[in-house]
Antibody
Framework: EVQLVESGGGLVQPGGSLRLSCAAS????????LQWVRQAPGKGLEYVSL????????YYANSVKGRFTISRDNSKNTLYLQMGSLRPEDTGVYYC???????????????WGQGTMVTVSS | QSVLAQPPSASGTPGQRVTISCSGGLSNIGRNTVNWYQQFPGMAPKLLIYNNIHRPSGVPDRFSGSKSDASASLAISGLQSEDEADYYCSVWDDSLYGWVFGGGTKLTVL
C-alpha cells in the first residue's frame, strides 16, 4: 500500500525549532518529488515547500523562506522539514504529499499523509 | 488573502447541481492546469479532479471540472449528503514558482 506517515509535531515556543518527518512506503521513493502543505486551524490549505526527487532542487513559500529547510534521505525513504524561528502563525496541521507522476513536481498530488499538528505558543 | 479566489460557501439540496468557481490570473490558471481537492473535517485532502477535467480512479462522474482563460469551475451533479465537505482549487504559479490554493469553499447539502 502506498503510504505517507508524518511525525514530529508538537508544542514549541515562539522562536523555537522543530523537525518534521514523513516516512514513505509502497512506492519508488527516489523517483518522486514531495511537498509539505499546512493548514492553520479553521483555515485553508497553504503550500509550504517542495523538493525534487533527487533532493537537489528545493522551493519554498515566501512565508517560510529562510526559516524552514526541506530535505530528504532516499536511503531511508523519509522526507524532512526543519522548521526554525517559529511564529504563532506557523501553527497548524502539516501534511506531506506526493504527486501522481514520477519526476513531475507540477502534477497534482494524489497521495497525502494524515498530517502532524504543530502548535507555536508560549 | 489567497491567490486564487473561491466563494467561501455553497449549498444545494439533494439531487441538485452545484458549481464552485475558482478565479486566478495569467501566471497560474492562465498558464497551467487546475486541480481540485475535497476535504472532510479532520481528514487529509483527497484529489478530486486533476489537469482541469480528469477524475482519478474511484471518483464518481458526478464530479466534473472545467477551465476557461484564468478561471476554473468544479461542478457536482446529483448532489448527495456525503458531498458535504470543503473544496479547494490549486494550480502551479509560474511567478511565485510554487503551488497556490484557493481559500476553500464549504459545501452544505440542505
Amino acid at each position: 500500500e502506498v503510504q505517507l506517515v508524518e511525525s514530529g509535531g508538537g508544542l514549541v515556543q515562539p522562536g523555537g525549532s522543530l523537525r518534521l518527518s514523513c516516512a514513505a512506503s509502497g512506492f519508488a521513493f527516489d523517483t518522486y518529488s514531495l511537498q509539505w502543505v499546512r493548514q492553520a486551524p479553521g483555515k485553508g490549505l497553504e503550500y509550504v515547500s517542495l523538493i525534487s526527487a533527487n533532493g537537489r532542487s528545493t522551493y519554498y513559500a515566501n512565508s517560510v523562506k529562510g526559516r524552514f529547510t526541506i530535505s530528504r534521505d532516499n536511503s531511508k525513504n523519509t522526507l524532512y522539514l526543519q522548521m526554525g524561528s517559529l511564529r504563532p502563525e506557523d501553527t497548524g496541521v502539516y501534511y506531506c504529499a506526493r504527486p501522481r507522476t514520477q519526476y513531475d513536481f507540477s502534477d497534482a498530488f494524489d497521495i497525502w499523509g494524515q498530517g502532524t499538528m504543530v502548535t507555536v505558543s508560549s | 488573502q489567497s491567490v486564487l479566489a473561491q466563494p467561501p460557501s455553497a449549498s444545494g439540496t439533494p439531487g441538485q447541481r452545484v458549481t464552485i468557481s475558482c478565479s486566478g490570473g495569467l501566471s497560474n490558471i492562465g498558464r497551467n492546469t487546475v486541480n481540485w481537492y475535497q476535504q472532510f473535517p479532520g481528514m487529509a485532502p483527497k484529489l478530486l479532479i486533476y489537469n482541469n477535467i480528469h477524475r482519478p480512479s474511484g471518483v464518481p462522474d458526478r464530479f466534473s471540472g472545467s477551465k476557461s482563460d484564468a478561471s476554473a469551475s468544479l461542478a457536482i451533479s446529483g448532489l448527495q449528503s456525503e458531498d458535504e465537505a470543503d473544496y479547494y482549487c490549486s494550480v502551479w504559479d509560474d511567478s511565485l514558482y510554487g503551488w497556490v490554493f484557493g481559500g476553500g469553499t464549504k459545501l452544505t447539502v440542505l
